[in-house]
């Protein structure tokens, strides 16, 4: 006799979130989440010179591993599609909700490609686990415009998540809809 296991689909539907779907926004959340975190702490943390440089070879290896995983997660939204919204909101809300997840899908692949490139072209290499990315003949302005956009998205993506993880929590508590809980891994 078999045992009745969660039967969430794989596959998104027009009004609900599949399996792979809550699995890549919740690998790529804790990612993103965790390279935001280092990069603040390299950038205004109290450390010693070589313990920031070890923080950013970290950061990079990681980065480089973001971006491959990220593109495929990009990638499977676009294909997949938004699910429809989970409850009746004002045009306001459902613009706002819209223009956030793209945004937060458009960080994805410009945070570390970005961060690359920066790097690459100053003349650095990235060592990623031990698979080296080699550095290129350096291009300062292509290295300091991949910097700033490095930069400028790390706090448009910190805004972006603050407007994202509020949002969720409203729906949660104040409208008690199923906005969170359909992107929880187990099903409710």
Do not use: C
Not at 2 to 28: E, F, K
Not at 45 to 56: C, K, Q, S
């Amino acid at each position: 006799m078999q045992r009745q296991t969660d039967t969430a689909p794989r596959n998104d539907s027009s009004s609900s979130y599949g399996l792979v779907s809550r699995l890549n926004h919740w690998i790529v959340a804790a990612a993103m989440i965790g390279m935001l975190v280092s990069g603040l702490v390299m950038a205004y943390g109290p450390f010693e010179r070589e313990t920031v440089l070890a923080i950013m070879g970290w950061h990079k290896a990681i980065g480089v591993l973001v971006l491959v995983y990220g593109i495929w997660r990009v990638g499977w939204r676009v294909a997949q599609g938004f699910a429809a919204d989970a409850a009746v909101m004002p045009r306001w809300q459902a613009v706002a909700s819209r223009l956030t997840h793209w945004g937060l899908l458009a960080a994805v692949p410009v945070m570390p490609l970005s961060g690359l490139v920066m790097t690459i072209y100053r003349g650095r290499e990235v060592d990623v686990f031990g698979l080296i990315i080699p550095a290129q003949n350096k291009i300062e302005w292509l290295a300091n415009a991949a910097g700033m956009t490095h930069q400028f998205a790390a706090w448009g993506l910190l805004g972006l998540l603050v407007l994202h993880v509020v949002g969720a929590l409203k729906h949660h508590f104040i409208d008690r809809d199923m906005t969170l809980r359909r992107m929880a891994l187990r099903s409710a």
